[in-house]
């Protein structure tokens, strides 16, 4: 399997392009703010050919490369229907105006193809399986994708902004949810087997394992530890917008 995966833009959210192998079919998972330029490029790397674009949730540091991504390869895009207004108006979602210098490439709306993801649905996408999760709490629309064991390559989580290393998604914006994110970590990521890979939306990849072991919130659901009050351990700082 291949997962070639960059940061992009003001928050170094994290696109990944997921295929079988390299020259076949791949997706593309949250191409966001100026990441139009590195999945041309990964594509070009790999000789991959995009089919479809899956989002984890619909902030704009996210979303923001979407409407460019899908016209270029003319392929759909799937988000959660609790977050599919973000993308025609993101200044609601993050609760300001957003700051067209700092945004720089903003491609405000839907893509012509738009579909919306359900909780425990399977996407047979590029050759690939991939299990939608909800896990609400950073937004309301928030999900994760799960691929499942093959041959030598570990279970993979792509987390979005519900699981870090060493964090968890921020909960402070319209649609966050401290209690709800809490519970999405208990009922999305504690099942999972330790060796479970998680590619996170921000930041660099870790296994559930070591999130289990060390990451206070995850602690917190999994052993009833306190973590800190309301808005978790102050010492693990949030990622994300």
Not at 38 to 53: D, F, Q, S
Not at 146 to 170: C, K
Not at 215 to 240: H, I, K, Q, T, Y
């Amino acid at each position: 399997m291949l997962v070639a995966g960059f940061p992009a833009g003001a928050w170094g959210t994290n696109c990944y392009l997921v295929a079988p192998a390299a020259g076949e079919e791949c997706v593309i998972i949250d191409p966001g703010h100026q990441a139009t330029e590195g999945v041309a490029e990964t594509v070009a790397k790999h000789r991959l050919k995009p089919v479809a674009v899956v989002l984890t949730h619909g902030h704009i540091d996210h979303v923001a490369s979407v409407v460019p991504v899908c016209g270029a390869h003319d392929v759909p895009a799937w988000i959660h229907p609790a977050d599919r207004y973000m993308m025609s108006d993101p200044e609601k979602a993050i609760g300001r105006v957003i700051g067209q210098p700092l945004m720089g490439e903003l491609t405000i709306g839907e893509p012509d193809d738009l579909a919306e993801l359900t909780d425990g649905a399977r996407l047979d996408l590029a050759g690939l399986e991939l299990t939608v999760s909800h896990a609400p709490g950073h937004t309301k629309g928030s999900v994760t994708f799960r691929m499942p064991e093959q041959a030598d390559v570990p279970p993979v989580l792509f987390s979005g902004d519900l699981l870090f290393a060493g964090s968890i998604g921020r909960t402070d914006m319209p649609g966050g949810d401290h209690d709800e994110i809490l519970g999405s970590l208990a009922r999305v990521c504690l099942p999972l087997e330790d060796s479970t890979v998680v590619l996170a939306g921000h930041g660099p990849q870790t296994t559930i394992g070591r999130e289990r072991a060390t990451n206070p919130f995850l602690r917190e659901v999994s052993a009833g530890e306190p973590g800190g009050g309301p808005g978790g351990d102050a010492s693990a700082a949030r990622r994300g917008m």
